[in-house]
C-alpha cells in the first residue's frame, strides 16, 4: 500500500503516475487531476482533457482563450467568434 500524495489515504489500489522524470502517488483519479491537472488561466478550472494554447497560457475552452485575447480559435467550426 502506498499514501496520496494529496489526500494522504494509506489505499491498496494506489497508482502511480510517471511524468516529467517524477513519479507521484495517488488514491483516485481525482487526487491526480487535483496535483497535476493545468489551471485555466481565464476561469481557474482544471484543464482535464485537451486545453487550449494562447501564446504559451493555458485555457480549458475557446471563450476562456478569446478573454485572453485570442482571436481565431472556437469551439466549433463554423460557429461565429
Avoid: W
Amino acid at each position: 500500500m502506498a499514501a496520496c500524495e494529496v489526500c494522504g489515504n494509506d489505499y491498496d489500489l494506489s497508482f502511480e503516475v510517471h511524468a516529467q522524470g517524477a513519479v507521484h502517488t495517488f488514491d483516485s483519479f481525482e487526487c491526480a487531476i487535483t496535483r497535476m491537472a493545468p489551471v485555466c488561466e481565464h476561469c481557474g478550472c482544471r484543464v482535464v482533457g485537451h486545453g487550449v494554447d494562447v501564446n504559451g497560457r493555458i485555457c480549458c475552452c475557446a471563450h476562456c482563450a478569446r478573454e485572453l485575447g485570442a482571436t481565431q480559435i472556437v469551439d466549433k467550426v463554423g460557429a461565429a467568434i
